[in-house]
C-alpha cells in the first residue's frame, strides 16, 4: 500500500550545526504534510505543517521543504540544540481524509 | 491542564484481564483517534471517530474495543490481549477536517505478560 518512511533511522548533529531530516511518500494524493517531534516518555508534537499548494515553509529555527516532483519532504533546523533531540516523524494525509498516516521515525541526536 | 489527556500512563496486565485506557480532550474538537507505536515501527493507526460515529477501523482484531460516549471522551477496552500487544498506545484529537493537525496525549505504555 502507500506509505511514508524515513531516509535515515538516527542523525547525530553537534550543537549549533543545521539538521537535515528526510522524508519519502509515495502517494501521490497526498496534499497534506506534518512534521512532528516526540521525546522520550511523551507523545508527538507538532512542529510545522505544509501544504501540497506550497514548497516551503518556515517557522521559528524550522524549514520545511515540499518537492511534490519526487515526493520528498525534509525538516530544517537551523542551529541545533540539546533541547531538539528527540525523534522526528513526518505525516501526511490525503484530501479525502483527515486521519494521518506516519513514516518510522528519525532519532536526532545533538551533541555538545 | 493539557489538551489531550489519557489514563493510565502505564498498565501492566495479564493475558486473561480486563482493561480500559481512557481519553479525554480539551480542545473542542470533533475528531479522536487511537494509535499504537511499537519500537521501531511508524505509528499505526487503529480507530477513528468523528462525531462520535466510527470512521474507521484499520482492521484491528476485536480484543481491542473502542468506545466514543461524546467527542470529548474516547476509550480503548482490552480483553485477552496478547504479548505481542505491548506498545505505546497514543490518543489524538483533531478539528475532523482535512489539513488540520493531531494533538496527541502522553500515551499509555502497555504491558501484557
Known amino acids: 500500500g502507500e506509505s511514508v518512511g524515513l531516509h535515515l533511522p538516527t542523525l547525530s548533529v553537534q550543537e549549533g550545526d543545521n539538521s537535515i531530516i528526510n522524508c519519502a511518500y509515495s502517494?501521490?494524493?497526498?496534499?497534506?504534510f506534518i512534521w512532528y517531534k516526540q521525546e522520550s516518555g511523551k507523545g508527538p508534537q507538532f512542529i510545522i505543517d505544509?501544504?501540497?499548494?506550497?514548497d516551503k515553509r518556515q517557522g521559528q529555527r524550522v524549514t520545511v521543504l515540499l518537492n511534490k516532483t519526487v515526493k520528498h519532504l525534509s525538516l530544517q533546523i537551523a542551529a541545533t540544540q540539546p533541547g531538539d533531540s528527540a525523534v522526528y516523524f513526518c505525516?501526511?494525509?490525503?484530501?479525502?481524509?483527515?486521519?494521518?498516516?506516519f513514516g518510522k521515525g528519525t532519532s536526532l541526536l545533538v551533541t555538545p | 491542564e493539557t489538551g489531550v489527556t489519557q489514563t493510565p500512563r502505564h498498565l501492566v496486565m495479564g493475558m486473561t484481564n480486563k482493561k480500559s485506557l481512557k481519553c479525554e480532550q480539551h480542545?473542542?474538537?470533533?475528531?479522536m483517534y487511537w494509535y499504537k507505536q511499537s519500537a521501531k515501527k511508524p505509528l499505526e493507526l487503529m480507530f477513528v471517530?468523528?462525531?462520535?460515529?466510527?470512521?474507521e477501523n484499520n482492521s484491528v482484531p476485536s480484543r481491542f474495543s473502542p468506545e466514543c460516549p461524546n467527542s470529548s471522551h474516547l476509550f480503548l477496552h482490552l480483553h485477552t490481549l496478547q504479548p505481542e500487544d505491548s506498545a505505546l498506545y497514543l490518543c489524538a484529537s483533531s478539528l475532523g477536517q482535512p489539513n488540520t493537525e493531531a494533538f496527541f496525549g502522553q500515551g499509555t505504555r502497555l504491558t501484557v505478560v
Open positions: 505544509i501544504r501540497s499548494n506550497m
Open positions: 505525516a501526511e494525509n490525503e484530501n479525502s481524509g483527515y486521519a494521518l498516516n
Open positions: 471517530y468523528n462525531f462520535k460515529e466510527q470512521t
Open positions: 480542545l473542542g474538537h470533533n475528531a
Open positions: 502517494n501521490s494524493a497526498s496534499d497534506y
